[in-house]
């Protein structure tokens, strides 16, 4: 009777995640048409201000209009701020609370307003918060706004934001459980894939089957170039590392302006009238400028200045804290710099230049892999995204190998680094205190805790043993039951205290001795 329960529970989540996934898809859709239709009419009018100076003047009138609006939306709600990804992680850890509705509503016009412009910022991280907000609203609506089930449904919405952001349903599903999720757990798989795909259908209606990142290529990288991806592996670990560390220091940065935190978006937006006359085409997310990069043909030195506009620009534009991601600046700035190696490469008469386009796609993955480090994300997503398998090896390596070298130089990943930031509000904390909560964690090949019995393993105070999963299989937990790896254990926890208690289980499980 257990067995039935547990299956209609996981179809009715599954169902719901279906539903979430296409409320999701209409949004972030919605939210993509309306940022690339602004940026081509931004772009018609940097074009028509070059020599129109009443034109520049409204234009910056218009940007600081909307600096302030912006700014007044953040201050009414600071959880709008930035990609948003790091706020998901957060509630997703029983860290803190969002208001979905004034999530949704308030992060749709701000990301619109801040990113059509052309500011350098992406709209997955967007799409992903904008998701989790449906996700939890759906979840208020069925009455599952209690514990797991709720948590289940925020992080298929975020599947399904990113899903339909890049039309990648598979890198949005394994982004939940590698990048935010943390956890393996076949619930939240399910739930997140139905949602994921469900997503990228509504996406597919919209914008056609075509690739986000169609990037033409003639040949498959041979094995006897195989040593340039371990050398770009290093350079991209390298600039990774650059990138966590300058990404992390903007808000001191801009603090030297004595600016309220809240409008410091003024600055990039007037910042952008004067890029935008000067680099019309190379403004933006960078979807163009990465379709385009194997086009342009000015040289190693174009695409070094290329890079550098790209890189301090990106940084100013999320260090100010305005609604808008930094997923897919990464991507083009991992773009540029594999452009540049194969063009130094070809210089030397160490690589014949039509393998551009690979190095392209190949550094877009290990770019991400590094700052993020979530190189199975990485390697999926660009994958999908560009529409072939042929790359599965050559970006595998390339990703590993990026990812060693940031791992070596003690980089945390990006998005954790950025949720350590943040203002946790502990009166929720202390408001659910008084509820009890699921907590589910995976045991891992290795552990310290694998072949021990539960009677030997010393677990926090205050927490409850409930259920054993092995496989499809549920154990009922006794102080004889052998832990083993690949198990999941169900705790139930203190909800106040869920954050504190889950990182504490994580030491003890990989600490102990």
């Known amino acids: 009777m257990k067995v039935a329960v547990t299956d209609n529970e996981k179809l009715r989540l599954t169902l719901e995640g279906v539903l979430v996934g296409i409320i999701s898809g209409i949004f972030v859709s919605m939210f993509r048409w309306s940022i690339a239709h602004s940026l081509k009419f931004y772009q018609g009018l940097y074009v028509a201000a070059r020599n129109n100076s009443l034109l520049v003047l409204s234009l910056l009138g218009l940007m600081i209009i909307i600096g302030l609006f912006v700014g007044y939306l953040v201050k009414k709600e600071p959880n709008i701020s930035g990609s948003g990804i790091p706020q998901v992680e957060a509630q997703l850890g029983g860290e803190m609370h969002l208001n979905w509705w004034s999530i949704l509503w308030k992060k749709f016009v701000g990301g619109i307003l801040c990113i059509g412009p052309g500011l350098f910022l992406g709209r997955e991280g967007p799409s992903i918060q904008l998701g989790s907000a449906v996700g939890q609203g759906i979840g208020d609506l069925t009455h599952d706004n209690k514990g797991v089930n709720q948590r289940v449904l925020i992080a298929s919405g975020a599947a399904a934001g990113l899903s339909a952001a890049f039309s990648a349903p598979i890198a949005g599903a394994m982004f939940v459980l590698e990048e935010v999720y943390h956890n393996f757990s076949p619930m939240v798989w399910i739930t997140s894939l139905a949602s994921a ?139 540029i710099i594999g452009a540049i190696y194969a063009v130094f490469m070809n210089q030397l008469g160490l690589l014949p230049i039509y393998f551009e386009s690979n190095l392209i796609i190949f550094a877009m993955a290990g770019y991400f892999a590094c700052i993020g480090k979530a190189p199975f994300t990485a390697i999926i997503l660009v994958t999908e995204m560009v529409g072939s398998l042929k790359h599965l090896m050559p970006l595998a390596v390339l990703s590993l190998v990026a990812y060693i070298v940031v791992d070596m130089l003690n980089g945390a990943p990006i998005y954790e680094a950025l949720k350590e930031r943040l203002n946790l509000n502990s009166d929720y904390l202390n408001r659910v205190s008084k509820f009890n909560d699921r907590l589910e964690v995976p045991i891992y090949e290795g552990s310290s805790i694998d072949g021990k019995y539960i009677r030997d393993i010393p677990f926090p105070k205050d927490i409850l043993v409930i259920a054993v999963y092995r496989g499809e299989r549920q154990l009922i937990p006794r102080g004889d039951t052998m832990i083993k790896a690949g198990d999941r254990i169900v705790f139930m926890v203190n909800a106040g205290q869920r954050a504190k208690i889950s990182q504490k289980l994580q030491d003890l499980i990989q600490g102990m001795h």
């Open 197 to 335: 795909v469900s997503a990228n259908l509504v996406a597919l209606y919209v914008f056609g089957l075509q690739p986000v990142l169609q990037v033409p290529y003639q040949y498959s990288l041979p094995v006897k170039y195989y040593w340039h991806l371990v050398i770009l592996g290093i350079v991209l670990g390298l600039m990774g590392r650059l990138y966590q560390i300058c990404t992390l220091s903007m808000p001191a940065v801009f603090a030297k302006t004595r600016l309220p935190r809240y409008i410091h978006g003024i600055i990039p937006l007037i910042l952008i009238v004067p890029l935008g006359m000067m680099y019309t085409q190379f403004i933006g997310g960078g979807n163009e400028v990465i379709v385009n990069l194997d086009k342009f043909k000015g040289g190693l030195l174009f695409l070094m200045g290329l890079l550098l506009l790209r890189f301090v620009f990106s940084m100013i534009s999320y260090g100010s804290g305005l609604p808008g991601g930094i997923f897919l600046p990464i991507l083009n700035l991992g773009a």
